[in-house]
């Protein structure tokens, strides 16, 4: 994953919505084959996995809502990188 690709997770981030225990380097590291699309996927299942937590917990408190290294790592799972293509051969003339 290109430096610039990991723009959801710091966005994530910087919302305040990743406690400080969440360590980016670690998702950065197994994300490194994913495309730009495929880390916000990653982040989006990541917080809805959080979202379904609040919900369930009856919480009234918006800010209890916290994306953990676990629901990283468990979107990580679930969100496969692309098959990269083999690059098509040039045609002998």
Do not use: C, H
Not at 4 to 10: A, F, G
Not at 29 to 38: N, Q
């Amino acid at each position: 994953m290109k430096k610039e690709d990991n723009i959801s997770l710091r966005f994530i981030q910087r919302k305040s919505l990743l406690p400080s225990d969440v360590k980016i380097p670690e998702i950065v590291k197994i994300t490194d084959d994913f495309s730009g699309a495929e880390i916000a996927a990653v982040a989006n299942r990541a917080a809805i996995a959080a979202l379904k937590r609040y919900v369930s917990s009856k919480s009234k408190n918006v800010k209890e809502i916290k994306i953990t290294q676990q629901d990283l790592i468990d979107a990580v799972d679930k969100v496969r990188p692309r098959k990269k293509e083999a690059p098509i051969p040039q045609s002998i003339k």
